[in-house]
């Protein structure tokens, strides 16, 4: 048990030596009281009744006993009952004493790592968001790694600086705010100490894998960044260092949401989202992502997942309502939809061609990828990361909102292929080059956070129907997001009587809803 103890992932230690040398001194030390427990007691015979005898013990333990005192059992009598008893006794005392011994030297040793902990220079890091946020010597080690400090080069929002300037913030800051969050809320659940340290880990790790320009990239691959953070992870040098104090496969589970840790990290209300709406809106200037986080974390309960208390839903409706507007406002702003569009065709050209290869774009960063998009021999990728160096970005010029369609689901149900064929039948309609038309839908509006089970009188519900303002929210998803058509501002007047619904089957119209305002919207882009 001792020696489980001291390796025990919780237990923090300078170096392997000191510990085993800890766990050699411990075996020793418990190996004198248990013989010196038997060899110093001396019989004694007096008229058939026995005296009680002190048994000096060396200070052996910061709470040690000075005298220990213990039966001794008969040399003769002729009560075997009485015989019996004593031994009994005996027996007992000397146990009781050893696992007192026992408790003592793991208080010691719990004393001393902690003392040791406590001795320890704290390091923090100074974030825009949270302020100081302490670090263990572990974790700087980890964020110390080629794979870790590569994410300083990775931005959050891909290319949203081109429309929001402030937006630099990177995965590296995400990273360690998301670890921030799930140590309060593995504190507020009142997680066991290596529960709590696995927690920072996973979340510090979570987004490892994302490729440049985050998922602006990862758009173009096969597989999602939680599957390339597991192998950057598992199969590179990082999990030498990992496998140190953790178990690799623990963290990848809450990584992708597994487990009944995973929800933390990955699930409807996590510690990411939380972080990446306040960490946007921050760097953004847009007001909408601003959320009351510590009020979210004071009514999570751990249970078949995370659970919201009924006094929490206030909070959790001002998460849902600050994602509505930042959807439109930040993550699929018109704008944004181009920039993205457009560096996803040239990298897609790319890959296809070789010069980069997919599945090790995890190793470089957006300075690797745009320095080699400047430099390869592909013209049209050339002219384009070029419009994206000077801002020289194509422009809309027909737009449909879904909410104009009895049916806005379907709209998410068109193939690649047929937008591809769409683009293809314009340019050459309208004599633009097929390369330079772009056919853009809005990302599904996809919103987690109202699948939160909430607890109200012992009873769970789904957070959609306790809260009127989520289930508007529900049906309101579709106001927003819109279908649009994209060509060089050169080009824009050809396409002044452009009829989408000839060139793609799109769902029915709803001739019926009022959409004034939403036409006042548009008129304000």
């Avoid at 030596?17 to 010196?36: E, G, M, P, R, T």
């Avoid at 794979?147 to 081109?162: A, C, E, V, Y």
């Avoid at 070789?354 to 745009?370: R, S």
């Avoid at 689901?409 to 314009?426: F, P, V």
């Amino acid at each position: 048990n001792l020696i489980k103890l001291s390796n025990k992932k919780s237990v923090i230690m300078k170096d392997s030596i000191k510990a085993n040398l800890v766990v050699f001194l411990i075996i020793a030390i418990i190996s004198f009281v248990i013989s010196s427990a038997f060899a110093n007691v001396t019989i004694h015979e007096e008229n058939d009744s026995y005296k009680l005898i002190q048994i000096e013990k060396e200070k052996f333990t910061p709470n040690h006993v000075d005298k220990v005192p213990v039966y001794t059992p008969p040399v003769k009598s002729n009560n075997t009952t009485l015989n019996n008893t004593i031994l009994e006794n005996y027996t007992n005392n000397i146990s009781n004493k050893i696992n007192n011994t026992y408790n003592s030297i793991n208080d010691t040793i719990k004393n001393y790592l902690e003392w040791q902990k406590m001795g320890e220079k704290k390091k923090f890091i100074r974030d825009s968001v949270y302020g100081d946020i302490e670090l263990s010597s572990f974790e700087v080690k980890i964020m110390d790694t080629p794979q870790f400090q590569r994410l300083r080069r990775i931005k959050q929002l891909g290319l949203i600086s081109l429309i929001y300037p402030g937006a630099t913030h990177t995965r590296f800051e995400h990273s360690v705010g998301t670890m921030n969050l799930g140590s309060k809320l593995a504190k507020k659940l009142e997680l066991e100490n290596d529960e709590q340290d696995l927690i920072r880990i996973s979340a510090l790790l979570h987004d490892i894998g994302h490729g440049p320009f985050s998922h602006v990239s990862e758009g173009v691959l096969s597989v999602k960044h939680e599957e390339l953070t597991k192998y950057v992870i598992k199969h590179t040098s990082l999990r030498d260092l990992v496998d140190e104090k953790f178990d690799v496969n623990e963290i990848t589970d809450i990584i992708t949401g597994k487990g009944y840790l995973g929800p933390i990290v990955s699930g409807e209300l996590d510690v990411d989202r939380m972080d990446y709406l306040l960490r946007d809106s921050h760097n953004t200037g847009v007001a909408y992502g601003i959320i009351d986080y510590e009020r979210i974390i004071s009514n999570l309960k751990l249970e078949d997942g995370l659970v919201l208390d009924i006094k929490g839903v206030q909070a959790a409706e001002g998460a849902l309502v600050s994602r509505y507007f930042m959807y439109p406002s930040v993550y699929q702003h018109h704008t944004t939809r181009i920039v993205n569009s457009m560096f996803q065709r040239s990298l897609k050209q790319i890959l296809n061609e070789g010069i980069l290869d997919k599945n090790t774009l995890y190793k470089y960063d957006e300075a690797d990828v745009v320095s080699i998009m400047r430099r390869c021999d592909n013209s049209y990728v050339n002219d384009i990361i070029s419009r994206l160096d000077n801002r020289n970005l194509l422009k809309r010029v027909k737009t449909i909102r879904l909410d104009n369609f009895k049916f806005p689901e379907k709209m998410y149900k068109i193939k690649t292929s047929e937008l591809k064929r769409a683009e293809e039948e314009i340019s050459e309609d309208f004599g633009i080059d097929k390369d330079y038309v772009f056919i853009n839908i809005a990302e599904y509006p996809r919103f987690d956070e109202m699948k939160t089970q909430v607890n109200r009188d012992g009873k769970l519900y789904p957070l959609t129907e306790i809260s009127n303002i989520v289930s508007a929210l529900s049906k309101a998803r579709f106001n927003i997001p819109d279908i649009s058509v994209y060509v060089p501002k050169k080009d824009k007047n050809k396409l002044d009587k452009l009829k989408l619904e000839h060139y793609i089957d799109l769902p029915e119209i709803d001739k019926e809803k009022f959409h004034g305002i939403h036409y006042d919207q548009i008129k304000l882009f």
